[in-house]
């Protein structure tokens, strides 16, 4: 914006555009409107779209004057930040499932992630490094070699580093199990990067095929174990497989393919150990039969939720 004297007379200050500048923005947008300026021109400007839309406007509606050129940088103020108001809003995941839905990912590194139901992932690829970061559910990945850029699986605030191989992710927004199918899997807590030509740092643990681990979140890497039942991500044939599982984690996993919440009503029942194989589609039907194996009573709801209390009969 040039600089003019203002009414006072003094030289150099910054002062609202003139008339002619209102004008010159205002024919500058319809220049587009002509071929031979068309490609010398580009694009109009949200300014110039901004003046042409407003005269515009006072043509077909002979009661509406031209703004002044306070009023409508003042307008024009308001549009930008509402503009960017829309850009900085909240955006949702990469990627995501609904209830019940099974989905592959294919990434541009050639990996395919298999996002389970009610799951979230984020994709953020650099020269050096391969992150993505699961905020929700369940995936199995399957992962592109590439020596010279590491791939990583954040989850909660566990790293899950890797450079190619097949394992699964389950994070459930309290607890992470990782479990390895193919491959070497270095499981580390805290986020941040480290150096890809060292050794894993001290609070790790490596995981190799046929091994799994399970922690707490912010809680402390305990030893791996080896895998129980079912090969990692067994589920993406629409099959829910456990042995010596937690109450807790089969209702966290059903409570994904199913539209109702199934509650644990009683804690204690949390702990509560199964080994048990049922369809995501018959998750009810593995809900009625928990009476004849745990001491529990399945309640259900109007709204078609579900609560597990702990059974007080003698035997149950």
């Known amino acids: 914006m040039s600089s003019e004297k203002d009414p006072a007379g003094e030289s150099g200050a910054q002062t609202m555009p003139s008339r002619h500048a209102f004008l010159a923005w205002q024919e ?7 071929p031979a300026y068309a490609e010398l021109l580009g694009t109009p400007t ?42 900085l809003r909240p955006h949702g995941p990469d990627y995501a499932t609904r209830v019940a839905e099974i989905r592959d990912v294919r990434l541009n590194d050639g990996s395919v992630v ?5 799951s979230a992932l984020d994709v953020d690829f650099t020269p050096g490094e391969r992150t993505v970061r699961l905020t929700s559910g369940e995936a199995f990945f399957s992962i592109s070699h590439d020596a010279s850029r590491p791939f990583v ?14 394992f699964n992710v389950n994070y459930d927004g309290r ?18 990067p480290h150096d890809a030509g060292r050794a894993p740092p001290a609070d790790s643990v490596r995981l190799v095929a046929g091994q799994q681990i399970a922690a707490a979140e912010a809680g402390p890497l305990e030893a791996p174990e080896p895998l129980r039942g079912a090969e990692p991500g067994a589920w993406r044939s629409g099959r829910l497989n456990y042995q010596d599982a937690s109450l ?33 589609s018959q998750i009810d039907q593995m809900l009625e039969t928990l009476p004849n194996t745990l001491p529990v ?10 609560a597990l209390q702990r059974s007080v009969q003698p035997g149950r």
């Open 28 to 34: 500058a947008a319809h220049l587009k409107e002509h």
């Open 46 to 87: 949200v300014r110039e779209r901004f003046f042409a839309f407003w005269h515009r406007l006072g043509e077909t509606r002979p009661g509406i004057a031209a703004p002044s050129p306070r009023w409508a940088l003042a307008a024009l103020a308001a549009v930008v930040l509402l503009s960017g108001a829309w850009f």
């Open 114 to 118: 298999t996002l389970g139901a009610r």
């Open 153 to 166: 699986v954040l989850a909660g605030d566990k790293r899950i580093r890797v450079v190619g191989t097949k």
């Open 175 to 192: 607890h992470i199990r990782v479990s390895v199918q193919q491959g070497i899997v270095d499981v580390m807590r805290g986020t941040a």
């Open 248 to 280: 807790a984690e089969i209702v966290s996993d059903a409570n994904r393919y199913r539209a109702q919440a199934i509650r644990i009503a009683s804690p204690s029942l949390a702990n509560e150990r199964l080994t048990t194989s049922f369809s995501i």
């Open 297 to 306: 009573v399945v309640k259900r709801d109007a709204d078609g939720s579900i």
